[in-house]
């Protein structure tokens, strides 16, 4: 094709084309690895932040059993 001659040269294939696609297509794979390994990293995110939130519903619920155990001590003694 007349595209891929050099613009030197036209006798010659264009080496810098074959080079700039090859580099197109790595940073097209890279871009897809990177939106997927962020969307990864997104998920896990999120499922931290909602084992945090069970975690601090699980806590606030004995510290409410060991605030009613003080209370009923005290009403005891």
Known sequence: M???KCIV???RDCLGLHKA????KQMSEYRTQARETHADMYRRIAALEQSGSAQEARYQAIMDKLTELSVRLNEAL
Not at 21 to 24: H, K, N, P, S, Y
């Open 21 to 24: 696609i090859a580099l197109e």
């Open 9 to 11: 040269d036209p006798q």
């Open 2 to 4: 007349a595209d891929e």
